[in-house]
């Protein structure tokens, strides 16, 4: 059978959380605010409004503190309404392959919270429904979530995180 795919895979160790979903149509919970440099999220440059250089350097230092602090606090907050955490062995867009130790039943819906980097902090969400288990010997178990429903913010996140670790594995590549 000719396996057809619409998105690039590739092997990755990143973290993650899910949360157990009664269904397909509940309502998803993890919402991420565009990243900082984002047009939509700051459409004004300070420095246009006569600011100094000086001054606009501190208060963008000042800015990502911040963020880095408020991040730290949300993480907390993701730990309690996502309470499976996950390591992710692979990516696509259109899904991931991860290992737990909580066990998950084929067929269920879950949301699923991808970090794809830490400071600053990127993280991605998607609806999506298990569609095959592996155990493995040291008691975890290997899952694959194939992505049902999936902001196209989020899923623009997650293809410009593959491509840039595959163009990062093909210039390492150069050197040996």
Same mark, same amino acid.
């Given at each position: 059978?000719?396996?057809?795919?619409?998105?690039?895979?590739?092997?990755?160790?990143?973290?993650?959380?899910?949360?157990?979903?009664?269904?397909?149509?509940?309502?998803?919970?993890?919402?991420?605010?565009?990243?900082?440099?984002?047009?939509?999220?700051? !459409?004004?440059?300070?420095?246009?409004?006569?600011?100094?250089?000086?001054?606009?350097?501190?208060?963008?230092?000042?800015?990502?503190?911040?963020?880095?602090?408020?991040?730290?606090?949300?993480?907390?907050?993701?730990?309690?309404?996502?309470?499976?955490?996950?390591?992710?062995?692979?990516?696509?867009?259109?899904?991931?392959?991860?290992?737990?130790?909580?066990?998950?039943?084929?067929?269920?819906?879950?949301?699923?919270?991808?970090?794809?980097?830490?400071?600053?902090?990127?993280?991605?969400?998607?609806?999506?429904?298990?569609?095959?288990?592996? !155990?493995?010997?040291?008691?975890?178990?290997?899952?694959?979530?194939?992505?049902?429903?999936?902001?196209?913010?989020?899923?623009?996140?997650?293809?410009?995180?593959?491509?840039?670790?595959?163009?990062?594995?093909?210039?390492?590549?150069?050197?040996?």
């Amino acid at each position: 059978m000719e396996e057809k795919r619409a998105f690039m895979r590739i092997p990755t160790r990143l973290s993650g959380h899910l949360r157990l979903m009664p269904g397909p149509d509940d309502m998803q919970v993890f919402r991420e605010v565009p990243f900082y440099g984002s047009q939509s999220l700051n !459409p004004y440059d300070a420095r246009e409004a006569g600011m100094s250089e000086g001054l606009y350097s501190l208060l963008c230092s000042i800015d990502t503190k911040l963020d880095m602090l408020l991040s730290l606090q949300r993480r907390d907050e993701l730990a309690a309404e996502f309470p499976v955490t996950i390591s992710i062995i692979e990516i696509s867009g259109a899904g991931i392959r991860f290992i737990t130790q909580t066990e998950l039943a084929l067929e269920q819906y879950v949301e699923a919270i991808i970090v794809l980097a830490r400071f600053p902090l990127r993280m991605a969400g998607a609806v999506g429904r298990i569609i095959r288990m592996d !155990p493995l010997q040291d008691g975890a178990t290997e899952y694959a979530l194939d992505f049902t429903r999936i902001r196209e913010r989020d899923l623009e996140s997650i293809v410009q995180f593959v491509f840039q670790s595959q163009r990062d594995d093909l210039r390492g590549k150069k050197w040996d």
